[in-house]
C-alpha cells in the first residue's frame, strides 16, 4: 500500500507527490482535451476527473517497490498554469467599458475561445465530419415565459476551432416591469448576473437584426438568398429551443418567424444514434463523456459553451453530423423530425 501524500488540484496549479518511487498512478494533463480540467489515472484503469474547485486525498494500492528514494518527495509537478475566471457579460456583448482595467482584466475572460481551444491532432483526425457544412452555431436559449437569453457559438464544422460568438440578454416586451424584475431576481440573481442583465437587455426583434448583422458578417446568411443559412446549420440540445421557444417569441415580439430558424440539428438525437446511449441533456451527455461543467449551467452563454465542448468531443470521436429535424414549410406546427432513433 502507499499513500499518496498530496494529491491536490486548484485553479491555478496540480501538485502530485508520492511516497513511491513508482506509483500506479499516472497523471493524465491532456486527455479532456477541450477543458482546462485534469485527469488522473489510478490502478486499475480508473478515471477521477476533478474540478478546478475540488481537492482529494486518495491511497493507492500497488506495485510499489521500496526503493532509496522512497522518502525522497520529487519536486512538484506543475501542471495547470492558467486559472479559469468566469466571462465578461458585458464584453460577450461587445458592451464592455473596462477593456483597460487590469483589476477588471485580471477578475473576468474577456476570450470566450479559451475554454474552446482544440489540439492540432485532433484537427487533422476529423476533416470529413460535417461535408456539407462550414460553420456549426450552437445555440442554446434561456426563459420559459419569454426568451431573457439568446447566446451561439460558433465554431468551424471541419476543424472544430472557435470562430466567434453572439450573446444578448433579451427584454420581454408582454410582461410589467414589476414581472420582469421578479424574473430576473429569480433567475439571475442567485448567478450574481442580474445586473449586467439590466444594463443590458434588448427586446427579441432587436436582438433577431443584430444576430442577422452578425450572420451577415460571417457570410452565413443574405435576406435576398431566401433567408437560410449558407453552409452553416443550428445545433442545440434538444428540439425545444427552434421548436417552441423561437416560433411562441416570434408571435410575442409580433414578428415573423426568420426561414433560418426552420431545421436545426438535436445534439441529443445525434448522440444517442451515434454512442447508443440515451443522454437526457447537457449534464448527462458531459457526464457519459467524462467533460467537466464550466460556468454556471442555465447562464445561457456557459451553457452553449458546454453544449459546444459535447460537440467537439462527439466529432472528435467521429460521430457524424446532419439536419436532425426540419419544420414543414405548409405550417409553423409542423415539424419532420429525420433520424429514427431520437430521444423523446
Ligand atoms: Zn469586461
Same mark, same amino acid.
Given at each position: 500500500?502507499?499513500? &499518496?501524500?498530496?494529491?491536490? @488540484? ?33 490502478? /486499475? ?25 522512497? *522518502? ?15 466571462? @465578461?457579460?458585458?464584453?460577450?456583448? =461587445? ?6 482595467? &487590469? ?11 479559451? *475554454? ?47 470562430? $466567434? ?6 427584454? /420581454? ?25 439590466? *444594463?443590458? &437587455? ?22 435576398? *438568398? ?31 418567424? /426568420? ?9 441529443? $438525437? ?10 437526457? =441533456? ?17 447562464? =445561457? ?18 460521430? /457524424? ?24
Amino acid at each position: 500500500m502507499v499513500t &499518496a501524500t498530496k494529491l491536490l @488540484c486548484s485553479c491555478f496549479s496540480a501538485t502530485v507527490r508520492f511516497r513511491s518511487s513508482s506509483p500506479t498512478i499516472t497523471v493524465l494533463s491532456s486527455i479532456d482535451r477541450f477543458s482546462s480540467h485534469i485527469l488522473f489515472q489510478s490502478s /486499475p484503469l480508473r478515471l477521477h476527473q476533478l474540478t478546478h474547485t475540488e481537492s482529494l486525498s486518495i491511497s493507492v494500492s500497488g506495485s510499489s517497490s521500496p526503493s532509496p528514494m522512497t *522518502d525522497c518527495l520529487p519536486p512538484p509537478m506543475k501542471i495547470l498554469e492558467s486559472k479559469w475566471r468566469p466571462m @465578461c457579460l458585458y464584453h460577450t456583448q =461587445g458592451k464592455c467599458t473596462m477593456i483597460d482595467n &487590469a483589476e477588471h482584466l485580471a477578475k473576468f475572460n474577456h476570450d470566450i475561445s479559451k *475554454d474552446l481551444e482544440v489540439s492540432g491532432d485532433t484537427v487533422l483526425q476529423n476533416q470529413c465530419s460535417s461535408p456539407d457544412l462550414d460553420r456549426l452555431l450552437v445555440l442554446d436559449l434561456e426563459g420559459k415565459v419569454e426568451i431573457l437569453e439568446f447566446p451561439v457559438c460558433m465554431i468551424d464544422a471541419k476543424t472544430m476551432t472557435f470562430i $466567434d460568438s453572439f450573446h444578448r440578454f433579451v427584454r /420581454p416586451v408582454r410582461m410589467s416591469e414589476r414581472r420582469v424584475n421578479e424574473y430576473i431576481n429569480g433567475k439571475y440573481g442567485k448567478l450574481g448576473i442580474d445586473r449586467v442583465w439590466h *444594463d443590458t &437587455a434588448i427586446p427579441f426583434k432587436e436582438v433577431i437584426c443584430e444576430f442577422e448583422t452578425w450572420l451577415a458578417s460571417h457570410n452565413l446568411w443574405n435576406e435576398k *438568398d431566401g433567408g437560410t443559412l449558407n453552409q452553416a446549420a443550428f445545433v442545440t440540445c434538444g428540439n425545444w429551443d427552434l421548436k417552441t421557444k423561437v416560433p411562441q417569441q416570434c408571435k410575442d415580439s409580433c414578428i415573423k418567424s /426568420p426561414p433560418y430558424f426552420s431545421e436545426w440539428i438535436n445534439l441529443k $438525437d445525434v448522440f444517442v444514434n451515434f454512442y447508443k446511449i440515451r443522454a437526457r =441533456g447537457m449534464r448527462s451527455m458531459m457526464t457519459e463523456l467524462g467533460i467537466s461543467l464550466l460556468g454556471s449551467h442555465h447562464l =445561457g452563454i456557459d451553457d452553449s459553451k458546454n453544449i459546444t465542448r459535447v460537440l467537439q468531443r462527439m466529432i472528435a470521436d467521429g460521430s /457524424p453530423l446532419q439536419i436532425t429535424a426540419r419544420r414543414s414549410s405548409s405550417g409553423l406546427d409542423n415539424v419532420e423530425f429525420l433520424l429514427e432513433n431520437r430521444i423523446k
